[in-house]
C-alpha cells in the first residue's frame, strides 16, 4: 500500500515504536519545539511587514543588543516547552539563570538548551538565521526543577539535538541518534514533511567557512589550516561565510567542507557557546559522518562549567577536521 508523504508527527511515532519502553515523553518534546518553530518562522518571515525588526530596550546576559525576534523566539520556545511536564529545566541563549518549570506544572526528567534565534543581527539584512536545540536526560535521580550543575554533562550524553533553519524554506532538521532526518516546512498545510532522510556529511568537501578579517589574530596552526586548504594541490577550496552558524552549518552540511569559529587574541574562546550551539551541532556533525573539536578535543567530550561557556569550533567533513588536528599537531 502507498505510504503517502511523511510528516513529522508520523516519523516521530514510527521511531517511538522501534522502543518498546518508550513513553512519548521525547515524541511531545520534538512535537512542541516544532510548534514554536512554525511561530517562530512566521514572525521572520513577515519581520519586514509589521515593522518588528529592530532593537528592543535591553540587551542579553553577555551584553549584546537584543533584537525584538530575540526575545520573541525566547518566549515562545519556553512557553512551548514548560507545561508540558517532560522537562526539569531549560536553558537559553537569552537567560542568565536556567529557566525553571513554572510551579503548576509537573517536571520531567529532561534538560534542554537551546539559541533560540541565532544570527540574528542578520535578520534585518534577511539573511538565513536558525534555533538550536540539544536535550538531554537528568543525572541526578533528583523531582523538581533541576539545578544549573545537571546541564554540566558531556555532549555525548545527548539524547537528541536539532536546528530549525529559517531559510528561503523553514527546515527543522533533527537526530536522536538514529541518523539525521531533516524536515520542510509546507507552509500551505504548516507541516513539516520529510525531505531529507538519513543526511550525511561528505567525507571531505570545497568549502572553508571561516570569519577570515580575524586572520591576523588566529594562533599559528589556525593560520596555516587555512593557508593549507587555500593552496591545496588536489582540491580547489572556496569560500563561504554567512556569519550566521546554522546557515553555515546547514549548507556545509549539505555540500561538505568546514565551519570553523577558532578563538583569537581578542576571544580566546572564540565567540561561539558550547551548551547550545557547539555541542549540539557537534551531536548532529557525528550522526552525520563528520566531527566537531574545540582547539584540542572532541566537542562531544567536553563537559561545562558554565552554561554559557565559549569554545573554539571547528565542524564539518572529518578530512577538513582532521586537518585542522594535523595542523594543530605541527604535522601540517
Ligand atoms: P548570536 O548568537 O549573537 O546570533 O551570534 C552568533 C553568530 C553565529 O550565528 C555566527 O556564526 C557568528 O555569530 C558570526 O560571528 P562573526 O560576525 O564574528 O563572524
Ligand atoms: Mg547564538
Given amino acids: 500500500m502507498e505510504k503517502g508523504v511523511t510528516n513529522l508527527n508520523r516519523f516521530l511515532l514510527e521511531e517511538q515504536r522501534k522502543y518498546p519502553e518508550a513513553t512519548g515523553g521525547f515524541t511531545i518534546l520534538i512535537e512542541s519545539i516544532a510548534f514554536a518553530s512554525k511561530i517562530i518562522s512566521r514572525e521572520v518571515n513577515k519581520a519586514g511587514i509589521v515593522n518588528i525588526i529592530g532593537k528592543a530596550q535591553s540587551t542579553n546576559v553577555h551584553g549584546e543588543d537584543q533584537q525584538k525576534l530575540d526575545i520573541y523566539a525566547n518566549n515562545r520556545m519556553i512557553t512551548a516547552l514548560d507545561h508540558l511536564g517532560k522537562l526539569c529545566a531549560m536553558a537559553s541563549e537569552e537567560n542568565n539563570e536556567p529557566i525553571l518549570i513554572p510551579d ?8 534542554i538548551a537551546f539559541d533560540p534565534l541565532d544570527g540574528s543581527s542578520n535578520i534585518d539584512v534577511n539573511i538565513s538565521i536558525g534555533t538550536i536545540f540539544g536535550i538531554y536526560k537528568r543525572q541526578d535521580g533528583k523531582e523538581g526543577n533541576a539545578c544549573c550543575t545537571e546541564f554540566f554533562q558531556p555532549g555525548r550524553n545527548m539524547v537528541a539535538a536539532g536546528y530549525i533553519i529559517y531559510g528561503s524554506s523553514t527546515m527543522l532538521v533533527y537526530t536522536s541518534g538514529n541518523g539525521v532526518h531533516g524536515f520542510t516546512l509546507d507552509p500551505s498545510i504548516g507541516e513539516y514533511i520529510l525531505s531529507h532522510p538519513f543526511m550525511k556529511f561528505p567525507d571531505s568537501g570545497k568549502i572553508y567557512s571561516i570569519n577570515e578579517v580575524n586572520y591576523n589574530r588566529w594562533d599559528e596552526a589556525t593560520r596555516k589550516f587555512v593557508d593549507y586548504l587555500k593552496g591545496h594541490e588536489e582540491r580547489e577550496y572556496t569560500s563561504r561565510y554567512i556569519g550566521s552558524l546554522v546557515a553555515d552549518f546547514h549548507r556545509n552540511l549539505l555540500k561538505g567542507g568546514v565551519f570553523a569559529y577558532p578563538g583569537d587574541t581578542r576571544n580566546p574562546r572564540g565567540k561561539l557557546r558550547l551548551l547550545y550551539e557547539c555541542a549540539p551541532l557537534a551531536f548532529i556533525a557525528e550522526q552525520a559522518g563528520g566531527m566537531a573539536v574545540n582547539d584540542e578535543i572532541n566537542i562531544l567530550d567536553i563537559v ?11 565542524i564539518g567533513s572529518k578530512y577538513e577536521v582532521e586537518t585542522y588536528l594535523k595542523a594543530k599537531r605541527g604535522e601540517l
Avoid at 503548576?104 to 534538560?111: D, I, Q, S, V
Avoid at 561545562?304 to 571547528?314: G, I, M, N, S, V
Fill in 104 to 111: 503548576e506544572y509537573p517536571k520531567g526528567k529532561y534538560l
Fill in 304 to 314: 561545562p562549567t558554565d552554561l554559557h561557556q565559549k569554545e573554539p569550533f571547528y
